[in-house]
């Protein structure tokens, strides 16, 4: 470009718009009303498909666009703003912020005593149901956000209020110098949600299944109110909820394990929510794929991990250098899995077009970049017609680069939002350019630069051998003035001077101080640096590995036909232990006998060795990202929700043979949470961890715990084993009326039920009642022989029974009631003494109700024992004389039986799962290592491969963390430098 | 009949059948006379094994070790043959609490920690309970001697080595005050979030104040010359003549390093390392100053996510490995499981150590770290007969059965409540059905 078109530019900077006017506002004077008609010619013009149409002309007016095309041809009611050489894209959208909408005041904190009252108004009950707040009436102007925001390309956001469960409704707003009344574009554009409990005084719910389980509940509770005319009570929440219903639904997430559990919740009420999520979506894009979600993602990367200590680099975690290194590569990922998305600035702020760059760099197509930040954010919020796309009729919102948007060197120069020009770089690079300088009778070639932002300019002389020269130089556009030193001479050489079509003219003062006639005349564009072309380099740094943690992998092992020869067999069937073969097809046992035939299925010499079913732990909390609810009845929540298949103890758990487990809820409560049980799939998704045919079962506990004894200040309901009674009884004689009151309506003939309000549906009594059907087990937490009776009486009275005491550290003293009751025990082999309840724990506790006929089974509660559970069964041996076969049934076949899984899994028989552990030594021995753990015949973990997955996990350290050491010492930041903190482990 | 419960229960069942309930066994009487055991796989506890070993003790004292093929005069001997039965030294369990404390949630039941950051004066043993019910459970799987000792704050106070059977602390003492124990600070702390249910890393911001408070007290310390009277410095003076051991409860590699160095500074005479979890990467700082570790980790996770999964259990081996004396401890696993003492040897030897070697670092290294090895520890002539008699290999649970046990030469009884209840159960239930 030549510098003959400057001068119109600069025109235009000057300009100011009033913005059109708010009919409804008394003026403080004369009516002034304006058209605003601007016509912006000579752009490049982004087009959805990606192609640029060159020399385009944009004709706006009253904030609007009235056409895009080619024609040269403005009419004469529009002031033309030449804005030749420049990119033009639609003005950006942020879908994610929380501009103008100040925050809740954090609560006083009152001790340690529970607070259960809700708020004061006519709203929810939980105050974490905030589904009537407006962003819209809370909005105001905040200049700084404001500025920050349209700085970085933005000419419209969503603003919510991120707090909350169910968080309200947001307002869509754009960033020009309107009033509120005029930026709020639509003052409830979406409604918003979380699994996060946010700012509230309220203890309740203390976890995020609480808060999966508090919005299915508010979803019931909103359709039964809905069915009621008149209302049963005032819930303006619940009013909000209905009203909102039909807007789009986003529902922010942390991570894409809930991610996947949001979804989950949406398929169940019939809501595809849009998910905002972190920045490790890729880590499963596959999943996120699945939920036929469209994501709102933010661009804020890991800092990188502080590695120049080599002894505290010890603590970074795997999958934090991991994800470091990878982050950059999310929306990348997403987009080639087929994912559609928003990209937001949220949490990324002033790093947002650096770490945008980098995506891009990393391989994020730029038409998919553009299109996150205007058509699909527009469609997200059914704003296409008036955001987003350059069209005829939406607001005139546009934005003006100096170049391709995602080109390293690319500056952001104008923001236009509704006709109203925001100037975001001053500096005037259209005069960039190769020069002839003469001055006097010398003459020069000048080069002027404006790299960064800054004008830089240089010359060379014409005469042979003289050196480039930096020139001192000043620039506006009015006025130049420059001074440059020649080698040799002593003296500068100062000129002034002003603008001409194609450079500048004017006067100075030579070395000597004598006057000087001087011209600057333009010749032709800077050679365009080379290496500003940043290549794309399509391969991955290293791969996504699953789980995405140290010891995962590439490629999950896959199911193998085999036959393990010659092992000692602990069959726990009626054969016993023997040294035989066992042949696996299709992940199942298919023969047990000597010189079975295997065709080619591969053979496994396991001479020497011992070969058991895998360790089933009947309790344990690993893989979960939380684990207690604290209501006192929470058997609404489900562990399944938290489910967490990245956890380390997964992989430590089959380093130990186990192969299965029950995920507990905690113990906070008389009455938990549902469990989750799962097989030791590691490097498989969440929901593929849970043992599909596995019964329900829920979690109850007794005592200490329930009784909140280690806090003096509780005041929940109850805070003795009286109240614990009382409130079993209660709960299930309100899920009895519960039931009833079901069975009466749905006994109603069609015409009758038309005419009649169906009961609310509660999550507490269904789960409760499905107890009372049998239709769900429970696993009750329990320590003393009052209560352990207690419980089982209760049960009786309600006519089903305790399936299994977990603890029951006194069970021997009242295993016979329990054997007459038909409930099992699953207990600790020695654990005693670390609070008054377990005082008169024994060890031979096991063996004792083992003997009074109890199906007893030994369990860890422990990530670190349940690694052992082949040693704790064998202290049985010790402790009560426990033969080796029984004492092995005790974390086998015992908690197979206990969990109704036995027809499938805990002893070696054909047609049974292939969830095999190969030993190094006598299975009940201290010394006995396992070498091989299969689930359904995969070998998911090996002794052999273990060794290859460490060497990995330490060549992959490494590696990383020299990156991170290059990039610290001025070498490219790989992943780009964003404020979040590398996030910590569990 | 069942073969787990010791052989001489005859004076436990009297107290089944009395109305009494919960209380501990009668400390033994002394060695009444010169007994002779036979027909034993000795475990001598430094590594070596003696088939058909014949052990003979008088007066609480070995008078002779060896096999049968020795010529052993058992005249005047009560011989108890043991037909190939398993004999080892009491082991020994340092850093305990035991004693302290009996029911860890229940405050007035803990004499644990005193107030306030410097305690060098206090003395464990004097609160050591010997009616404590946590103890015969800890004999029951042949822990004969335990270091007790006081946490909390920075110095904590003097431990004393206790024989686990007496009247009272002052018949249990093997060696009373026997070292000084030092916490040092931690650079960062890692603590659950009982709100996020997360573990977080923080920085402790006192770490440099809490090291000048080392070095003041130190510095005094080490100058001091009996005026005035300062009861904590007075305490300290054995670190800096020998008498006293300085246990350095550290286990983070930095944290080693300082501590180490700290003691070093003001003439400490001997260190031990306690905890030690990342001992191994200062292996020649500890090497070069002849610095014992008790490791405690054994049955502990992997300190980070991404260390082998077998990395607790392999360390013992490593860290012999890199030449150092090592002993194992239960100090990070809750007293009440400290009674597995054994196991985690046991778990130590199926990764990497061999099995008798895995048996010393609870018996002989333990012994000479603590500074009792003169008594304690391996079974050799002219050390305390404390020993027992287990059927079969005891750092395995599937076969340890302690049988007979003897601390300095007198038979103590193995029976305690948990035996007791168990006794009075497989009764309840080993009764025909009633109606």
Same mark, same amino acid.
């Given at each position: 470009?030549?510098?003959?078109?400057?001068?119109?530019?600069?025109?235009?900077?000057?300009?100011?718009?009033?913005?059109?006017?708010?009919?409804?506002?008394?003026? #403080?004077?004369?009516?002034?009303?304006?058209?605003?008609?601007?016509?912006?010619?000579?752009?490049?013009?982004?087009?959805?498909?990606?192609?640029?149409? +060159?020399?385009?002309?944009?004709?706006?007016?009253?904030?609007?666009?009235?056409?895009?095309?080619?024609?040269?041809?403005?009419?004469?009611?529009?002031?033309?703003?030449?804005?030749?050489?420049?990119?033009?894209?639609?003005?950006?959208?942020?879908?994610?912020?929380?501009?103008?909408?100040?925050?809740?005041?954090?609560?006083?904190?009152?001790?340690?005593?529970?607070?259960?009252?809700?708020?004061?108004?006519?709203?929810?009950?939980?105050?974490?149901?905030?589904?009537?707040?407006?962003?819209?009436?809370?909005?105001?102007?905040?200049?700084?956000?404001?500025?920050?925001?349209?700085?970085?390309?933005?000419?419209?956001?969503?603003?919510?209020?991120?707090?909350?469960?169910?968080?309200?409704?947001?307002?869509?707003?754009?960033?020009?110098?309107?009033?509120?009344?005029?930026?709020?574009?639509?003052?409830?554009?979406?409604?918003?949600?979380?699994?996060?409990?946010?700012?509230?005084?309220?203890?309740?719910?203390?976890?995020?299944?609480?808060?999966?389980?508090?919005?299915?509940?508010?979803?019931?509770? =909103?359709?039964?109110?809905?069915?009621?005319?008149?209302?049963?009570?005032?819930?303006?929440?619940?009013?909000?909820?209905?009203?909102?219903?039909?807007?789009?639904?986003?529902?922010?997430?942390?991570?894409?394990?809930?991610?996947?559990?949001?979804?989950?919740?949406?398929?169940?009420?019939?809501?595809?929510?849009?998910?905002?999520?972190?920045?490790?979506?890729?880590?499963?894009?596959?999943?996120?794929?699945?939920?036929?979600?469209?994501?709102?993602?933010?661009? #804020?990367?890991?800092?990188?991990?502080?590695?120049?200590?080599?002894?505290?680099?010890?603590?970074?975690?795997?999958?934090?250098?991991?994800?470091?290194?990878?982050?950059?590569?999310?929306? &990348?990922?997403?987009?080639?899995?087929?994912?559609?998305?928003?990209?937001?600035?949220?949490?990324?702020?002033?790093?947002?077009?650096?770490?945008?760059?980098?995506?891009?760099?990393?391989?994020?197509?730029?038409?998919?970049?553009?299109?996150?930040?205007?058509?699909?954010?527009?469609?997200?919020?059914?704003?296409?017609?008036?955001?987003?796309?350059?069209?005829?009729?939406?607001?005139?919102?546009?934005?003006?680069?100096?170049?391709?948007?995602?080109?390293?060197?690319?500056?952001?120069?104008?923001?236009?939002?509704?006709?109203? &020009?925001?100037?975001?770089?001053?500096?005037?690079?259209? &005069?960039?350019?190769?020069?002839?300088?003469?001055?006097?009778?010398?003459?020069?070639?000048?080069?002027?630069?404006?790299?960064?932002?800054?004008?830089?300019?240089?010359?060379?002389?014409?005469?042979?051998?003289?050196?480039?020269?930096?020139?001192?130089?000043?620039?506006?556009?009015?006025?130049?003035?420059?001074?440059?030193?020649?080698?040799?001479?002593?003296?500068?050489?100062?000129?002034?001077?002003?603008?001409?079509?194609?450079?500048?003219?004017?006067?100075?003062?030579?070395?000597?101080?004598?006057?000087?006639?001087?011209?600057?005349?333009?010749?032709?564009?800077?050679?365009?640096?080379?290496?500003?072309?940043?290549?794309?380099?399509?391969?991955?740094? /290293?791969?996504?590995?699953?789980?995405?943690?140290?010891?995962?992998?590439?490629?999950?092992?896959?199911?193998?036909?085999?036959?393990?020869?010659?092992?000692?067999?602990?069959? #726990?069937?009626?054969?016993?232990?023997?040294?035989?073969?066992?042949?696996?097809?299709?992940?199942?046992?298919?023969?047990?006998?000597?010189?079975?035939?295997?065709?080619?299925?591969? +053979?496994?010499? /396991?001479?020497?060795?011992?070969?058991?079913?895998?360790?089933?732990?009947?309790?344990?909390?690993?893989?979960?990202?939380?684990?207690?609810?604290?209501?006192?009845?929470?058997?609404?929540?489900?562990?399944?929700?938290?489910?967490?298949?990245?956890?380390?103890?997964?992989?430590?758990?089959? =380093?130990?043979?186990?192969?299965?487990?029950?995920?507990?809820?905690?113990?906070?409560?008389?009455?938990?949470?549902?469990?989750?049980?799962?097989?030791?799939?590691?490097?498989?998704?969440?929901?593929?961890?849970?043992?599909?045919?596995?019964?329900?079962?829920?979690?109850?506990?007794?005592?200490?715990?329930?009784?909140?004894?280690?806090?003096?200040?509780?005041?929940?309901?109850?805070?003795?084993?009286?109240?614990?009674?009382?409130?079993?009884?209660?709960?299930?004689?309100?899920?009895?009326?519960?039931?009833?009151?079901?069975?009466?309506?749905?006994?109603?003939?069609?015409?009758?039920?038309?005419?009649?309000?169906?009961?609310?549906?509660?999550?507490?009594?269904?789960?409760?009642? +499905?107890?009372?059907?049998?239709?769900?087990?429970?696993?009750?937490?329990?320590?003393?022989?009052?209560?352990?009776?207690?419980?089982?009486?209760?049960?009786?009275?309600?006519?089903?029974?305790?399936?299994?005491?977990?603890?029951?550290?006194?069970?021997?003293?009242?295993?016979?009631?329990?054997?007459?009751?038909? =409930?099992?025990?699953?207990?600790?082999?020695?654990?005693?003494?670390?609070?008054?309840?377990?005082?008169?724990?024994?060890?031979?506790?096991?063996?004792?109700?083992?003997?009074?006929?109890?199906?007893?089974?030994?369990?860890?509660?422990?990530?670190?024992?349940?690694?052992?559970?082949?040693?704790?069964?064998?202290?049985?041996?010790?402790?009560?004389?426990?033969?080796?076969?029984?004492?092995?049934?005790?974390?086998?076949?015992?908690?197979?039986?206990?969990?109704?899984?036995?027809?499938?899994?805990?002893?070696?028989?054909?047609?049974?799962?292939?969830?095999?552990?190969?030993?190094?030594?006598?299975?009940?021995?201290?010394?006995?290592?396992?070498?091989?753990?299969?689930?359904?015949?995969?070998?998911?973990?090996?002794?052999?491969?273990?060794?290859?997955?460490?060497?990995?996990?330490?060549?992959?350290?490494?590696?990383?963390?020299?990156?991170?050491?290059?990039?610290?010492?001025?070498?490219?930041?790989?992943?780009?430098?964003?404020?979040?903190?590398?996030?910590?482990?569990? | 009949?069942?073969?787990?419960?010791?052989?001489?229960?005859?004076?436990?069942?009297?107290?089944?059948?009395?109305?009494?309930?919960?209380?501990?066994?009668?400390?033994?009487?002394?060695?009444?006379?010169?007994?002779?055991?036979?027909?034993?796989?000795?475990?001598?506890?430094?590594?070596?094994?003696?088939?058909?070993?014949?052990?003979?003790?008088?007066?609480?004292?070995?008078?002779?070790?060896?096999?049968?093929?020795?010529?052993?005069?058992?005249?005047?001997?009560?011989?108890?043959?043991?037909?190939?039965?398993?004999?080892?030294?009491?082991?020994? %369990?340092?850093?305990?609490?035991?004693?302290?404390?009996?029911?860890?949630?229940?405050?007035?039941?803990?004499?644990?920690?005193?107030?306030?950051?410097?305690?060098?004066?206090?003395?464990?043993?004097?609160?050591?309970?010997?009616?404590?019910?946590?103890?015969?459970?800890?004999?029951?799987?042949?822990? %004969?001697?335990?270091?007790?000792?006081?946490?909390?704050?920075?110095?904590?106070?003097?431990?004393?080595?206790?024989?686990?059977?007496?009247?009272?602390?002052?018949?249990?003492?093997?060696?009373?005050?026997?070292?000084?124990?030092?916490?040092?600070?931690?650079?960062?702390?890692?603590?659950?979030?009982?709100?996020?249910?997360?573990?977080?890393?923080?920085?402790?911001?006192?770490?440099?104040?809490?090291?000048?408070?080392?070095?003041?007290?130190?510095?005094?310390?080490?100058?001091?010359?009996?005026?005035?009277?300062?009861?904590?410095?007075?305490?300290?003076?054995?670190?800096?003549?020998?008498?006293?051991?300085?246990?350095?409860?550290?286990?983070?590699?930095?944290?080693?390093?300082?501590?180490?160095?700290?003691?070093?500074?003001?003439?400490?005479?001997?260190?031990?390392?306690?905890?030690?979890?990342?001992?191994?990467?200062?292996?020649?700082?500890?090497?070069?100053?002849?610095?014992?570790?008790?490791?405690?980790?054994?049955?502990?996770?992997?300190?980070?996510?991404?260390?082998?999964?077998?990395?607790?259990?392999?360390?013992?081996?490593?860290?012999?490995?890199?030449?150092?004396?090592?002993?194992?401890?239960?100090?990070?696993?809750?007293?009440?499981?400290?009674?597995?003492?054994?196991?985690?040897?046991?778990?130590?030897?199926?990764?990497?150590?061999?099995?008798?070697?895995?048996?010393? %670092?609870?018996?002989?290294?333990?012994?000479?770290?603590?500074?009792?090895?003169?008594?304690?520890?391996?079974?050799?002539?002219?050390?305390?007969?404390?020993?027992?008699?287990?059927?079969?290999?005891?750092?395995?649970?599937?076969?340890?059965?302690?049988?007979?046990?003897?601390?300095?030469?007198?038979?103590?009884?193995?029976?305690?409540?948990?035996?007791?209840?168990?006794?009075?159960?497989?009764?309840?239930?080993?009764?025909?059905?009633?109606?």
């Amino acid at each position: 470009m030549s510098p003959t078109r400057i001068s119109l530019l600069l025109i235009g900077t000057l300009l100011t718009f009033a913005g059109s006017a708010q009919e409804t506002v008394t003026p #403080n004077g004369i009516e002034d009303v304006r058209l605003n008609a601007i016509a912006i010619t000579g752009v490049t013009l982004y087009q959805p498909d990606g192609q640029y149409l +060159e020399n385009a002309v944009v004709l706006m007016r009253e904030g609007r666009i009235v056409s895009i095309s080619d024609n040269p041809a403005v009419p004469d009611d529009y002031f033309v703003v030449d804005l030749a050489g420049r990119y033009l894209y639609p003005g950006l959208i942020d879908a994610y912020t929380e501009y103008g909408i100040p925050a809740i005041e954090p609560p006083v904190t009152t001790g340690n005593a529970e607070r259960l009252d809700g708020p004061q108004q006519a709203l929810n009950t939980k105050e974490t149901i905030r589904a009537h707040f407006r962003a819209s009436l809370e909005f105001a102007h905040d200049e700084e956000t404001r500025k920050n925001l349209r700085d970085l390309g933005f000419s419209t956001v969503l603003s919510l209020r991120a707090d909350g469960i169910a968080r309200g409704t947001s307002a869509l707003v754009t960033l020009g110098d309107e009033s509120a009344n005029e930026s709020v574009l639509v003052p409830d554009v979406a409604a918003h949600f979380s699994f996060s409990r946010g700012t509230t005084h309220q203890s309740l719910p203390s976890s995020p299944m609480g808060a999966v389980a508090l919005l299915r509940q508010t979803y019931l509770d =909103a359709q039964w109110f809905a069915q009621q005319n008149p209302r049963p009570f005032t819930d303006e929440s619940l009013e909000a909820l209905l009203r909102t219903g039909s807007l789009p639904q986003i529902m922010e997430v942390e991570t894409w394990q809930q991610a996947l559990t949001a979804d989950r919740v949406g398929d169940e009420f019939l809501t595809q929510y849009i998910l905002k999520v972190g920045n490790d979506a890729y880590q499963q894009a596959q999943l996120i794929e699945d939920t036929d979600a469209v994501l709102i993602v933010p661009v #804020n990367f890991p800092a990188a991990p502080e590695v120049s200590d080599a002894l505290d680099a010890d603590e970074l975690s795997f999958a934090d250098l991991k994800h470091w290194e990878l982050a950059a590569y999310n929306l &990348r990922l997403l987009n080639e899995q087929g994912v559609e998305f928003a990209i937001t600035s949220h949490g990324a702020g002033k790093d947002f077009w650096k770490n945008m760059r980098a995506a891009v760099a990393k391989g994020l197509p730029e038409q998919v970049a553009v299109d996150a930040l205007t058509r699909i954010p527009a469609q997200l919020l059914n704003m296409e017609n008036r955001i987003g796309q350059l069209q005829s009729g939406a607001l005139a919102n546009l934005l003006i680069s100096s170049g391709p948007l995602f080109a390293e060197d690319t500056r952001l120069l104008e923001n236009w939002i509704r006709g109203e &020009r925001f100037v975001l770089d001053a500096s005037i690079d259209g &005069r960039s350019g190769q020069y002839q300088l003469v001055v006097g009778s010398d003459n020069y070639n000048f080069e002027l630069d404006f790299d960064k932002g800054k004008v830089k300019a240089s010359l060379v002389s014409t005469e042979e051998g003289v050196d480039e020269i930096d020139v001192t130089l000043e620039l506006t556009e009015d006025l130049i003035s420059f001074s440059f030193a020649e080698p040799d001479i002593d003296g500068l050489v100062r000129l002034n001077g002003w603008p001409l079509d194609a450079g500048w003219q004017g006067t100075g003062l030579d070395q000597s101080g004598a006057p000087v006639a001087w011209q600057l005349t333009y010749v032709q564009p800077l050679v365009p640096d080379a290496a500003a072309v940043a290549e794309i380099d399509m391969t991955l740094p /290293a791969p996504v590995l699953h789980p995405f943690e140290a010891f995962g992998r590439e490629t999950i092992p896959v199911s193998q036909d085999m036959v393990i020869r010659n092992a000692t067999v602990w069959t #726990n069937e009626d054969a016993g232990t023997l040294i035989t073969d066992v042949l696996v097809r299709d992940g199942r046992i298919a023969a047990v006998g000597t010189g079975l035939r295997a065709g080619d299925a591969l +053979e496994i010499d /396991a001479t020497g060795k011992h070969l058991t079913p895998g360790i089933i732990d009947e309790h344990s909390h690993i893989a979960l990202t939380s684990i207690n609810e604290s209501a006192t009845n929470s058997s609404m929540v489900r562990m399944r929700d938290v489910l967490d298949s990245e956890d380390v103890n997964i992989y430590r758990n089959l =380093a130990g043979g186990v192969t299965a487990a029950q995920l507990l809820h905690g113990s906070a409560n008389p009455i938990g949470g549902q469990s989750a049980i799962i097989k030791m799939k590691w490097g498989m998704a969440p929901e593929a961890l849970l043992i599909e045919d596995a019964p329900p079962f829920i979690k109850f506990a007794l005592g200490e715990n329930v009784k909140r004894s280690t806090n003096p200040a509780s005041i929940r309901y109850p805070q003795t084993r009286m109240g614990v009674e009382q409130v079993f009884v209660d709960a299930f004689s309100q899920a009895r009326e519960y039931g009833r009151r079901w069975d009466d309506y749905n006994s109603l003939s069609a015409a009758a039920k038309r005419s009649t309000t169906p009961p609310r549906r509660d999550l507490v009594n269904e789960t409760m009642l +499905e107890i009372l059907n049998k239709e769900r087990y429970v696993t009750s937490h329990s320590y003393v022989q009052s209560e352990i009776n207690m419980l089982m009486t209760v049960a009786e009275s309600f006519d089903f029974n305790i399936n299994t005491f977990t603890h029951i550290l006194e069970g021997y003293k009242v295993a016979d009631k329990m054997a007459e009751h038909g =409930a099992g025990g699953s207990t600790f082999a020695d654990w005693w003494g670390y609070k008054w309840e377990v005082r008169y724990a024994i060890p031979y506790n096991a063996a004792l109700m083992h003997q009074a006929g109890v199906v007893v089974a030994i369990n860890s509660d422990d990530a670190e024992m349940s690694r052992r559970l082949n040693q704790e069964a064998a202290k049985i041996i010790k402790y009560g004389d426990l033969s080796e076969i029984d004492a092995l049934k005790l974390v086998t076949l015992n908690p197979a039986i206990l969990l109704h899984l036995d027809h499938r899994m805990g002893s070696i028989r054909e047609g049974k799962d292939a969830d095999l552990v190969l030993w190094s030594d006598h299975p009940l021995s201290v010394y006995a290592v396992p070498e091989t753990t299969w689930i359904e015949g995969v070998p998911y973990y090996d002794r052999q491969s273990d060794q290859s997955l460490r060497e990995m996990v330490g060549v992959e350290r490494a590696r990383i963390m020299a990156k991170i050491a290059a990039a610290d010492s001025g070498g490219n930041d790989n992943s780009g430098n964003g404020e979040e903190e590398p996030a910590h482990e569990e | 009949m069942k073969n787990n419960l010791p052989g001489i229960l005859v004076g436990s069942l009297i107290f089944f059948c009395a109305p009494g309930f919960a209380i501990v066994p009668v400390p033994a009487p002394e060695q009444s006379e010169p007994i002779a055991i036979t027909g034993a796989i000795i475990h001598v506890g430094n590594g070596a094994v003696i088939g058909d070993g014949i052990i003979t003790f008088d007066d609480g004292v070995i008078t002779a070790v060896g096999s049968a093929m020795d010529a052993i005069d058992l005249s005047g001997h009560r011989v108890i043959d043991l037909q190939g039965q398993h004999v080892y030294p009491g082991f020994v %369990l340092p850093n305990t609490t035991l004693g302290l404390v009996e029911v860890e949630n229940i405050r007035s039941t803990q004499d644990i920690i005193e107030e306030g950051d410097i305690n060098a004066s206090v003395r464990a043993a004097i609160a050591y309970n010997t009616d404590s019910e946590l103890i015969p459970t800890l004999r029951f799987n042949g822990i %004969l001697t335990a270091q007790i000792t006081p946490q909390g704050g920075l110095v904590t106070g003097l431990s004393s080595v206790m024989k686990l059977d007496g009247w009272n602390w002052e018949d249990t003492m093997l060696v009373a005050d026997d070292a000084m124990h030092l916490n040092w600070p931690t650079l960062r702390s890692r603590d659950f979030n009982e709100e996020t249910e997360q573990f977080e890393t923080t920085d402790n911001e006192e770490y440099a104040g809490q090291v000048q408070v080392l070095n003041s007290l130190f510095q005094n310390a080490s100058t001091y010359n009996g005026a005035p009277i300062n009861l904590n410095l007075l305490a300290m003076q054995g670190l800096f003549n020998g008498m006293v051991r300085l246990y350095l409860h550290a286990n983070d590699a930095k944290e080693i390093i300082a501590g180490v160095q700290f003691a070093r500074r003001y003439g400490v005479r001997q260190i031990v390392l306690v905890g030690g979890r990342e001992a191994l990467q200062v292996k020649d700082l500890l090497l070069a100053n002849s610095i014992p570790v008790i490791y405690e980790g054994v049955h502990a996770l992997p300190e980070q996510e991404w260390h082998d999964v077998d990395a607790s259990f392999r360390m013992p081996f490593l860290l012999h490995e890199a030449g150092l004396k090592v002993g194992i401890g239960g100090g990070a696993t809750e007293l009440q499981s400290q009674r597995n003492l054994p196991f985690f040897a046991g778990t130590a030897a199926a990764y990497g150590l061999d099995r008798e070697t895995a048996l010393s %670092l609870i018996t002989r290294n333990n012994a000479e770290i603590l500074g009792v090895a003169d008594r304690v520890g391996t079974i050799e002539t002219g050390k305390d007969a404390t020993l027992f008699v287990s059927i079969g290999d005891a750092l395995d649970m599937r076969t340890s059965q302690v049988q007979q046990a003897f601390i300095q030469g007198r038979q103590i009884d193995l029976y305690g409540t948990q035996q007791e209840l168990y006794e009075r159960f497989d009764e309840k239930y080993s009764q025909p059905e009633r109606d």
